[in-house]
T-cell receptor
């Protein structure tokens, strides 16, 4: 079956531009996560949705970062007024349930963002 | 805070060699532990997991045992193949601490003929 898909796969932005990154989770998956992966580092948690509710946004680095999942399926991560330090791979993951038990998170291929 | 520490790479091995990638963790609660693998050009994939002390996760010839006394979850494989070349990430998830994963920095493995 189809996995998690993300678009665009690559994005080059000029400093100060706004960008929007899209995630299509596995159909029926309740939970959706966004992570940021800097070059040579492990992914770092940004935010978590359960259906359309954003239950944890503690990892968002600044108020320039905003995520939504209005219908509990597709999610968009928006970065306003991009800065060079925002350059990273942005990973989306989904899992079938909510909490309780070590459910696997299924990752998309990521969007590589380069801010010039 | 919670954290995961992995041995630095790259690790370069000959085919059929024994592999160990060290992983230790710091957590305030009782985490579940995971190994993810990222093959070149692909997304992260779950390799194996363990949910409580002394559990052993295994998959594709890889194994890791949850050691609470040493707060470790070392990844091992008895005989690596060229196709195992990838970046390996150790991660934890706190029970009752939300669902987010906390990752280590990753260890690149290169297997040569």
């Amino acid at each position: 079956g189809a996995g998690v898909s993300q678009s665009p796969r690559y994005k080059v932005a000029k400093r100060g531009q706004d960008v929007a990154l899209r995630c299509d989770p596995i159909s029926g998956h309740v939970s959706l996560f966004w992570y940021q992966q800097a070059l040579g580092q492990g992914p770092e948690f940004l935010t978590y949705f359960q259906n359309e509710a954003q239950l944890d946004k503690s990892g968002l680095p600044s108020d320039r970062f905003f995520a939504e999942r209005p219908e509990g399926s597709v999610s968009t991560l928006k970065i306003q007024r991009t800065q060079q330090e925002d350059s990273a791979v942005y990973l989306c993951a989904s899992s079938p349930g909510t909490s309780g038990g070590p459910q696997a998170q299924y990752f998309g291929p990521g969007t590589r963002l380069l801010v010039l | 805070g919670d954290s995961v520490t992995q041995m630095e790479g790259p690790v370069t091995l000959s085919e059929e060699a024994f592999l160990t990638i060290n992983c230790t963790y710091t957590a305030t609660g009782y985490p579940s532990l995971f190994w993810y693998v990222q093959y070149p050009g692909e997304g992260l994939q779950l390799l194996l997991k363990a949910t409580k002390a002394d559990d052993k996760g295994s998959n594709k010839g890889f194994e890791a045992t949850y050691r609470k006394e040493t707060t470790s979850f070392h990844l091992e494989k008895g005989s690596v193949q060229v196709s195992d070349s990838a970046v390996y990430f150790c991660a934890l998830r706190l029970t009752g601490g939300g669902n987010k994963l906390t990752f280590g920095t990753g260890t690149q493995l290169k297997v040569e003929l």
